[in-house]
């Protein structure tokens, strides 16, 4: 399929550069820069009609175990374009993750003394722009379970997903989120010790579930349209959101948010 897209681009150019060469000649009296832009438009329009129409294979689903290599404490780092993203706890005793990946998956995993290094994306992150017709398709839907028995730091950069992340089970001591137009239903690990989470989204909705026993301190920034954090549970103490036991908690979770215009929900 990206063989076809490729094509496609080709012809676009080449035909242009032979309108282009025709105007030079005095051949064509059009002028060909007045009509390029719309032109490419309706190219584009056309492009990706033709792919949610078309007949189209399956994007391939690849099953993918990491194993632990004897590591105990990992550092993950995720990159996700478009699609749904699913982590929960569960993984394999000697594995780090293990899951479904939609798109297939590119990683690289170095140990580096007792910490296990490990970056994931998908294996081709460029047909996501080559063929529109996997946009909100599923094709890059991943699904994966990580240890709970050893302490993660999770970064995750993403784009237009649709996330669920499960991380009650999970011993998380750090997580960064990165993302733009997405929605996102986080629930925080339960018995983690300390954990640290920054989330930067652009117009994006993050839903965050604190389980029951975990302290938080909440830092919001930014140009949130909506911001509802259960006050019963964690009430304002001057700039901060803040339950009351959080100095004594033995579980507790440190956020600092900064959203553009977007929606948080804390409960």
């Known amino acids: 399929m990206r063989r076809n897209s490729i094509l496609f681009w080709g012809l676009i150019m080449v035909l242009f550069g032979v309108l282009l060469l025709l105007q030079n000649l005095g051949i064509l009296t059009l002028n060909v820069w007045n009509v390029f832009w719309p032109v490419l438009l309706i190219l584009l329009g056309l492009w990706t009609l033709w792919g949610v129409f078309a007949p189209r294979r399956a994007a391939e689903t690849q099953q993918v175990s990491i194993p632990l290599e004897g ?16 982590i929960a706890g569960g993984a394999g005793s000697g594995e780090l993750l293990g899951g479904a990946f939609g798109g297939g998956l590119d990683y690289r995993s170095r140990r580096e003394g007792d910490e ?3 970056k994931i994306r998908t294996a081709r992150p460029d047909d996501f722009f080559f063929m529109p017709w996997m946009w909100g398709r599923g094709a890059f839907d991943w699904s994966f379970r990580l240890n709970n028995s050893l302490p993660v730091a ?13 991380l009650t ?18 629930t925080l690990p339960a018995q983690a010790g300390y954990t640290r989470v920054d989330i930067q989204a652009g117009a994006a909705s993050v839903n965050v579930r604190v389980p029951p026993g975990v302290a938080v301190r909440i830092h919001a920034v930014g140009g949130a349209s909506s911001m509802d954090v259960d006050q019963a549970r964690f009430p304002r103490v001057g700039g901060v959101y803040q339950s009351a036991d959080y100095d004594t908690a033995a579980n507790k979770v440190e956020m600092h948010v900064r959203m553009g215009a977007g929606s948080l929900d804390v409960r």
């Open 71 to 86: 590591a105990s404490r990992a550092r993950l780092r995720v990159r996700h374009g478009a699609g749904q993203l699913v």
């Open 116 to 118: 296990l290094n490990v």
């Open 154 to 166: 999770l970064e995750l950069r993403t784009g237009a997903s649709d996330m669920r992340l499960d």
């Open 169 to 186: 089970d999970v011993r998380v001591t750090d997580l960064r989120l990165d993302t733009g137009a997405s929605s996102t239903d986080l």
